[in-house]
């Protein structure tokens, strides 16, 4: 269990199964952006990857159009859903879900241990869940806007097959949060804060003992926080990992494959909030970090993708 990944036994989940994504018109979805076909440079090997994730090597892979949420799916959203089905995640069910400790208690960011392990940096924490965001006394009504947390795979599976959708594979993830730049480390360029700006929601400060939320935000952000990247997508990186459809590894392990970082990252532990970086976890695992968003399948011919360009 780690700050990008605490995870459940991989026992503690029923798998379901769920009906086959409809064919979308790109024009009815508005929610959703247009990804064009064409051939991707996937994957990272400067030294800034993470070997030990299969983040490499470098490799070209063709994909169809496709669309995919423009913003993870929303609380909100997430109510309706649960409103018109009477679905119960795997967290109410379960009866807990691990919490970042300083959500719980803000003071307990000062008084932890600096040599504290990753975790105790989680606990597990009764009736938390999606409409409890951070245990009992919370609510997701004042932050309806942002991502729905505590959401396991299958939770994310049975949302996009209830909307005619289903989870993006990875290499279609990362096609998407490129944004139309073949080599670039982050959604919008090379740089972490291009003129100053901040661009995604990351840890600042010292992880785990201070965070100084110079982004604005402690914990999740509104889900269409920060400018969007070149298809219109808003906070691919950073504010909360997102499942795929795809396996962790060819290794039958049962861990499914997330992507994106969340706000817990931070350079001297997580640098996973670059557009190649990935991490994995069991189909049950919940968190306060850990949403998702939904990609569809287009009916019709739609264009390719134009040349591009972007890192080096």
Not at 38 to 60: F, M
Not at 120 to 142: F, L, M, Y
Request: net charge negative.
């Amino acid at each position: 269990m780690t700050c990008c990944s605490p995870g459940r036994s991989q026992n503690d989940h029923v798998t379901r199964p769920v009906a086959a994504p409809a064919l979308l018109d790109a024009g009815s979805q508005p929610e959703m952006a247009l990804i064009p076909a064409g051939r991707w440079l996937l994957g990272e090997d400067r030294s800034i990857a993470n070997p030990e994730d299969g983040e490499g090597p470098v490799r070209p892979v063709e994909l169809p159009a496709f669309l995919l949420d423009k913003t993870a799916v929303t609380n909100q959203a997430f109510a309706s859903f649960v409103g018109a089905t009477g679905y119960v995640t795997e967290a109410e069910r379960l009866g807990w879900s691990f919490v970042f400790l300083a959500q719980l208690h803000p003071e307990a960011v000062i008084a932890m241990d600096a040599d504290a392990r990753a975790p105790d940096w989680w606990a597990p924490v009764r009736d938390a869940c999606w409409r409890k965001p951070d245990g009992r006394g919370s609510t997701w009504r004042d932050r309806h806007d942002h991502p729905v947390v505590h959401v396991s795979w299958n939770d994310a599976v049975a949302f996009a097959s209830f909307a005619g959708k289903r989870l993006p594979t990875e290499a279609e993830w990362e096609a998407a949060a490129r944004g139309g730049l073949q080599r670039a480390l982050y959604a919008w360029g090379d740089e972490l804060h291009p003129d100053g700006r901040h661009m995604c929601n990351i840890w600042q400060g010292r992880f785990p003992l201070s965070n100084t939320a110079e982004d604005g935000y402690l914990a999740t952000a509104p889900a269409r926080s920060f400018p969007p990247n070149g298809f219109g997508l808003y906070n691919m990186l950073g504010n909360v990992w997102e499942w795929t459809a795809s396996p962790w590894s060819d290794e039958p392990s049962g861990l499914m494959a997330m992507r994106g970082g969340s706000y817990l990252c931070h350079a001297s532990y997580c640098n996973r909030y670059r557009v190649a970086a990935r991490t994995g976890n069991h189909h049950g695992a919940t968190s306060s970090h850990l949403g998702f968003r939904c990609a569809g399948d287009l009916a019709g011919e739609l264009p390719t993708m134009p040349v591009l360009h972007g890192g080096p």
